[in-house]
């Protein structure tokens, strides 16, 4: 167990704290694949369609980035903060493609100006 980081400090996870990340995070890229597909063949007109796509595609992206991230993180202790920066922020961007994809998913067609 980690003891509490003090404020100047960043946090450095355990050993088994990167392995858990790393096998929880890749062990939802295949669900979140299927779920994908799911919605997909449950949509029923071309909105869901689209919908099931980019939050398909958002979910799957942030667990791949995220496993990715933290497998480099765990492995690769000279990796260069930027880059881990980078990695982090893709995994951000990721997250929020799923959360705009959600949002298209619960937003009618009538209810968007101009379509």
């Known amino acids: 167990m980690n003891h509490r980081v003090p404020p100047h400090k960043r946090y ?4 088994y704290e990167h392995a858990a990340n ?4 890749a062990f939802w890229i295949l669900p979140s694949i299927l779920g994908g597909s799911n ?3 449950l949509s029923d007109d071309d909105w869901e369609t689209i919908s099931a796509w980019i939050y398909s595609l958002g979910l799957c992206g942030l667990f791949v980035v995220s496993t990715v991230f933290h497998t480099i993180s765990w492995k690769k202790s ?8 980078r990695l982090a922020l893709n995994s951000k961007r990721s997250s929020c ?3 705009l994809g959600l949002q298209v ?7 968007i100006p101009g379509f």
């Open 12 to 15: 450095q996870p355990t050993e």
């Open 22 to 25: 790393c096998a929880t995070h």
């Open 39 to 41: 919605l997909y063949f």
């Open 78 to 85: 000279h990796l260069s903060l930027t880059m881990r920066f």
């Open 97 to 99: 493609l799923s959360f």
């Open 105 to 111: 998913c619960t937003i009618m067609p009538g209810q």
